[in-house]
């Protein structure tokens, strides 16, 4: 990520949400999945979509993005530069944390019922669909973000004459 700033707040304007939104109600259909969470790895949540509550969502965001950071701090003691998936089963429920962007996760919950390699399918497919869309309000983030510091560093190079 030289020469880029490797993290960005990721600001999803609206046509972007309504796009992730459409495309996570599709895969909740095809995939069984019963919720999906994409988050930025700071923890916020950015978009959700299924029964899943506000709250629980926003909750899950937190949760998730802190297990992520543990897990890739396991990879650098392995040797890794990063794990990109996460993946908890439990009883009745299950939960696949993956990587999209260096900025941002997709966590999809599914019932037990359905086999790891289907989870890890369409956690695939939903992630490189919504990829595009969270590059895209990355790099307008990232463009904004060096407006700034342009305009700040202009600002005080005139202010020293």
């Known amino acids: 990520m030289e020469g880029r700033l490797s993290k960005v707040q990721i600001v999803l304007n609206e046509e972007e949400l309504k796009k992730i939104e459409e ?9 069984e ?10 923890g916020e949540l950015l978009a959700k979509s299924g029964d ?15 297990v992520f950071s543990a897990t890739n701090e396991l990879a650098r ?14 009883q009745e429920t299950n939960i696949h944390i993956s990587l999209i962007t260096q900025n ?10 359905l086999p790891i390699g289907a989870i890890r399918f369409w956690a695939k497919k939903t992630g490189n669909e919504i990829k595009p869309i969270i590059e895209g ?4 983030a990232e463009n904004q973000t060096q407006k700034v510091i342009n305009e700040d560093v202009e600002k005080d190079i005139e202010d020293l004459f």
């Open 23 to 31: 495309l996570f109600g599709e895969y909740l259909v095809e995939s």
């Open 33 to 42: 999945a019963r919720d999906i969470v994409l988050l930025n790895k700071s």
């Open 52 to 66: 899943i509550t506000s709250d629980v969502a926003q909750n899950i965001s937190a949760l998730a993005a802190g």
């Open 77 to 90: 003691l392995l040797g890794e530069k990063e794990f990109t998936i996460t993946f908890h089963q439990g």
């Open 104 to 113: 941002a996760l997709l966590a999809m919950i599914f019932d037990n019922k």
């Open 137 to 140: 309000a990355e790099k307008r």
